[in-house]
Nanobody, 118 residues
Framework: VQLQASGGGLVQAGGSLRLSCTAS????????MGWFRQAPGKEREFVAA????????DYADSVKGRFTISRDNAKNTAYLQMNSLKPEDTAVYFC????????????WGQGTQVTVSS
């Protein structure tokens, strides 16, 4: 599986962005998808995840109520809708995929930069 993340950019605090992660291959529907981020000088951290069924989601406490993860298996794409953005959300955002009940994410996209100005 190859992942292509897009949708990053520069936005003012309080604004919104929607990230997309498009996957190659015909088995996207069997992959759990996740979004992670890495700010300068910090370790990569979990942001959100969605099960392959689409029926279960999980979020980091720092983004709950502001970010929404979703997927469209017909388009081989996962999304991260980010609302009420804060300067501390500034980071490179990565999408990742893991097959069914795998423990670790096996596939990673290249990252897309999100910058939130105050």
């Amino acid at each position: 599986v190859q992942l292509q993340a897009s949708g990053g950019g520069l936005v003012q605090a309080g604004g919104s962005l929607r990230l997309s992660c498009t996957a190659s291959g015909r088995t996207f529907g069997y992959y759990n998808m996740g979004w992670f981020r890495q700010a300068p000088g910090k370790e990569r951290e979990f942001v959100a995840a969605i099960k392959w069924t689409g029926g279960s989601t999980d979020y980091a406490d720092s983004v709950k109520g502001r970010f929404t993860i979703s997927r469209d298996n017909a388009k081989n794409t996962a999304y991260l809708q980010m609302n009420s953005l804060k300067p501390e959300d500034t980071a490179v955002y990565f999408c990742a995929a893991k097959f069914l009940d795998s423990v670790y994410y096996d596939y990673w996209g290249q990252g897309t930069q999100v910058t939130v100005s105050s």
